[in-house]
């Protein structure tokens, strides 16, 4: 599964962004579908994830209130409705899938670039 992530961009502190995450070549049903964040210098940072099949959601701490993690079947997406953004969440965002999380996520997008502005 090859996976696109898009919706990056430059917003104020405060402001809203809405990433989503679509795969080519298959489709998420299996999978659980993670967001991750990082910046130069900084380890890759868990966001938030979904599982597809009943849709369940997990959330860091550091974003939990503020991110809404959810898929569209129709569309065969996975969205990350980000709003009240900090500089602090200034980072490249990935997608990634993985059939048991608990053993990594194989599968990952390319990254979208986010920038808060104070």
């Known amino acids: 599964v090859q996976l696109q992530a898009s919706g990056g961009g430059l917003v104020q502190t405060g402001g809203s962004l809405r990433l989503s995450c679509t795969p080519s070549?298959?489709?998420?049903?299996?999978?659980?579908i993670g967001w991750f964040r990082q910046t130069p210098g900084k380890e890759r940072e868990f966001v938030a994830r979904?599982?597809?099949?009943?849709?369940?959601?997990y959330y860091a701490d550091s974003v939990k209130g503020r991110f809404t993690i959810s898929k569209d079947n129709a569309k065969n997406a996975v969205y990350l409705q980000m709003n009240s953004l900090k500089p602090e969440d200034t980072a490249v965002y990935f997608c990634?899938?993985?059939?048991?999380?608990?053993?990594?996520?194989?599968?990952w997008g390319q990254g979208t670039l986010v920038t808060v502005s104070s």
């Open positions: 979904i599982i597809w099949s009943f849709g369940g959601t």
């Open positions: 990634a899938a993985g059939a048991d999380p608990g053993r990594g996520y194989p599968y």
């Open positions: 070549g298959g489709t998420f049903s299996r999978y659980t």
